[in-house]
């Protein structure tokens, strides 16, 4: 019974033209909010992954892929580069009499 839950578990290894389907499909993701939101997409992308790495951590989920490998802190980083970010882009308005 091990070997056939073994089996249904493993997934073929990828050729690289899925793997380059893969990098694409990313890009193609990110190009789509860039596309949409204009010169507010880093402030909206960056935002938008504080807030699903904290429902992340909050469901439970403590670790991920991401080089930072903590959702918590991840969530941090891309929340201040969002803040940041929007500051800059709406700085002109401000400044404005």
């Known amino acids: 019974m091990n070997e056939t ?3 249904q578990t493993s ?3 990828k050729t690289p033209g899925e793997v380059y389907e893969g990098i694409a499909f990313t890009f193609c993701k990110a190009a789509t909010i860039i596309l949409f939101t204009g010169p507010f997409a880093l402030p909206i ?3 938008a992954a504080a807030i699903f790495y904290l ?3 909050r469901a439970g989920k403590h670790d991920t892929r ?5 959702p918590l802190l991840i ?3 891309w929340g201040v580069i969002s803040l940041i970010s929007l500051a800059i882009i709406t700085r002109p308005l401000w400044l404005k009499n």
């Open 5 to 7: 839950l073994s089996n």
């Open 11 to 13: 997934a073929p290894p």
């Open 45 to 47: 992308a960056s935002g």
């Open 55 to 57: 429902l992340a951590h």
């Open 66 to 70: 991401c080089i930072l490998k903590r």
């Open 75 to 77: 969530a941090t980083f």
